[in-house]
């Protein structure tokens, strides 16, 4: 599911095959003021390195293959082919030099398994055509004030392990309408261990992530670890927008859940060209994408900030 057939995403994801290596120098510039992002001061960070000498490490190597072994593992058992075949495709891809591209044997492999979004969100326990109605009365509230629905929608959801918003009509425009263009995009999400890279691909008005690492490694069988639902049915009449989530809660919490929520305003709702633009070329123009500017936005914005303790103290 993760890409639409003909989108040239291909050379983009190929490029963060082998992520865990180097480190980045971050500049400091204002962000999105409206929406309440903070800016801190430009630090270096490091990125894990890959063993001595230079080589890049084998998948055990990721700091993140610990959460995804036992499926890893399940899919070397019952198809070892499959996976031998995998592993020597990442294997080829981690030779080529960063922004090398096979765009057409990516968007092929993207086609295959365009169509299997909704079976496979319904397999993994998520809720299939989950609408608005089945949450709250549509017609009860329309009486309401926008202000009284954000604070319904703020009171139902506060008690629940969940990610849930309400977004000016105006902002979901922007966002929705960049989305048709630019349907899919890498986030970055803060670890102990570094940085873990997830893939977020629209469909319709729902936005589906997993991680990069799920998809490298069991491709079409990689399922939904968060589904971010959006209801513009109140759009017009109330200037609002509801959101809430489903998350795999054996891969993420809600702190982690909300940061990838966040960076979708942040990427999306941006009126810095710059940022934007990263959205662009990771859709459109990968050769030019270069991941490690996500982890500089994300860094200069402050979200994710209480997921990365361990960083935060050294800085103190």
């Not at 180097?22 to 003021?33: I, T």
Request: hydrophobic share 35%; with cysteine; aromatic share 10%.
């Amino acid at each position: 599911m993760w890409g639409r057939p003909g989108e040239p995403m291909a050379g983009a994801l190929q490029q963060v095959s082998g992520l865990y290596r180097g480190a980045l120098a971050l500049r400091s510039r204002p962000v999105l003021r409206p929406l309440g992002l903070l800016s801190p001061q430009a630090r270096l960070l490091a990125v894990p390195r890959g063993p001595a000498g230079g080589g890049e490490p084998g998948l055990e190597g990721n700091p993140f293959y610990g959460r995804y072994r036992d499926k890893i593992q399940a899919l070397r058992r019952s198809n070892p082919g499959v996976f031998e075949s995998r592993m020597e495709k990442r294997s080829e891809v981690k030779k080529q030099p960063v922004g090398h591209s096979k765009q057409m044997e990516f968007i092929k492999y993207m086609e295959e398994k365009a169509e299997a979004l909704g079976t496979k969100a319904s397999k993994e326990g998520f809720t299939k055509d989950k609408t608005l109605d089945s949450i709250l009365n549509v017609e009860m509230v329309k009486e309401k004030t926008p202000e009284e629905i954000k604070q319904i929608w703020k009171q139902y959801f506060s008690a629940k392990d969940t990610v849930y918003a309400v977004i000016p009509a105006e902002t979901f425009d922007l966002i929705w309408k960049r989305s048709q263009n630019c349907p899919s995009f890498l986030c970055a999400l803060p670890r102990k261990e570094g940085y873990e890279f997830f893939v977020g691909q629209w469909s319709g008005t729902e936005l589906h992530f997993t991680a990069l690492i799920n998809i490298q490694t069991r491709g079409e069988t990689a399922a939904s670890q968060l589904i971010l639902y959006h209801y513009p049915e109140l759009q017009k009449e109330k200037g609002i927008v509801l959101m809430t989530a489903e998350m795999d809660s054996s891969f993420l919490n809600v702190p982690a859940a909300q940061c990838l929520a966040n960076q979708v305003q942040l990427f999306y709702a941006t009126d810095h060209p710059e940022t934007y633009g990263l959205v662009e070329s990771f859709n459109h123009r990968p050769n030019e994408f270069k991941y490690m500017a996500v982890i500089a936005e994300l860094e200069q914005s402050g979200l994710g900030r209480e997921l990365r303790p361990r960083w935060d103290s050294d800085k103190a």
